[in-house]
């Protein structure tokens, strides 16, 4: 299988995206190999190149759009350009109703 993907793991940081590899699937979980080394949830380090099991909703087979790596310190980072573009268009005619 051997498809390159996307980790999503949430902390008090944020959101962060690891690059992997699926090659293998269950019902439930992709059987990934790591690109980099990471912390997964429960305090488990896995290295480089280790083979881990983990929930399907974790992955993403592309890069959410304008999601960055590593968090910014904008909140409006997570957003993609089309809501920011809808944010700011809204928030340009309440002004000019004002």
């Known amino acids: 299988m051997d498809t390159p993907a996307q980790l999503g793991l949430s902390g008090w940081h944020g959101l ?4 992997v590899t ?15 080394a990471v ?5 488990r380090e896995k290295a480089a190149q280790e083979v881990v099991l983990v929930p ?4 993403r087979f592309s890069r959410p759009v304008d999601t960055p790596k590593t968090p910014e ?3 409006s980072s997570a957003f993609p ?3 920011q573009a809808l944010r700011e268009a809204v928030s340009v005619e309440t002004l000019a109703r004002a």
């Open 73 to 75: 310190t904008s909140p």
């Open 16 to 19: 962060t995206w690891h690059p």
């Open 39 to 43: 912390r997964l949830p429960g305090g």
């Open 81 to 83: 350009r089309d809501w």
């Open 22 to 36: 699926v090659i293998g699937e269950t019902p439930t979980k992709y059987r990934i190999r790591l690109e980099e």
């Open 56 to 59: 399907k909703q974790a992955v």
